[in-house]
């Protein structure tokens, strides 16, 4: 069954750095991605996806988020953190086998210091 | 366009009591999930309806909890008799068509059960 791995259950950026949020996955076959972003009190809200072709995505709020199959990775990024981005990130899989259901990682909830 | 619309937002009831949880998925989409948070498990699928028809409920925790989908535009969860260890997030998200494509979430339900 496919799964995936947030290594990171919290992460604290200065504002204006830089920020990577790691995502792994295990699936067997070519992975539908996605990250979501939930702000507190409120539901998810898709921030990008990968389905297929160029493995560099951009998404909406400056992130963007690389593909790598060699390492099974699809890592968030984004160069410049706001403290508005403070929230908890979740990465996610899609069982295209099962009618479109999506296996969510555990969540890195972000920090931002002013 | 108005998004996914889940009702209460809140709601504190005591064990033993019936509770049900309401969604409006927005118009047009053929999914709906429901998904319950909570901090040890983090976000789990309960089940998914396609065209309103339950289509994988292995994610229902138990017989206390039910779900119906009675027409397009609505659905419910129920939880009869409710217990303490069901306080969580519960969200609703709906997706359109088949096919892998990005699920719209709602802002979720807050249950507590005293």
């Known amino acids: 069954a496919q799964s995936v791995t947030q290594p990171d259950i919290h992460i604290t950026v200065s504002e204006g750095a830089s920020l990577e949020l790691r995502c792994n996955y295990s699936?067997?076959?070519?992975?539908?991605l996605f990250w979501y972003v939930q702000s507190p009190g409120q539901g998810l809200q898709l921030l990008l996806k990968?389905?297929?072709?160029?493995?560099l995505v951009q998404g909406i709020k400056g992130f963007e988020a690389e593909f790598k199959r060699s390492q099974s990775s699809f890592n968030l990024r984004k160069p410049s953190v706001h403290w508005s981005d403070a929230a908890e990130y979740f990465c996610?899989?899609?069982?295209?086998?099962?009618?479109?259901?999506?296996?969510f990682g555990t969540g890195t909830q972000l920090k931002v210091e002013l | 366009d108005a998004g996914v619309i889940q009702s209460p937002r809140h709601e504190v009831t005591e064990m033993g009591q019936e509770v049900t949880l309401r969604c409006k998925p927005i118009?047009?989409?053929?999914?709906l999930f429901w998904y319950r948070q909570t901090m040890m498990r983090g976000l789990e699928l309960l089940i998914y309806f396609n065209n309103n028809v339950p289509i994988d409920d292995s994610g229902m925790p138990e017989d206390r909890f039910s779900a119906k989908m009675p027409n397009a535009s609505f659905s419910t969860l129920k939880i009869q008799p409710s217990e303490p260890r069901d306080s969580a997030v519960y969200f609703c998200a709906s997706s359109p068509e088949s096919g892998v494509v990005p699920q719209h979430f709602g802002d979720g339900t807050r249950l507590s059960i005293l």
């Open positions: 990968y389905f297929s072709g160029d493995t």
């Open positions: 699936y067997g076959a070519t992975p539908y």
């Open positions: 996610a899989v899609v069982n295209t086998g099962g009618g479109n259901k999506l296996t």
């Open positions: 118009s047009g989409h053929d999914y």
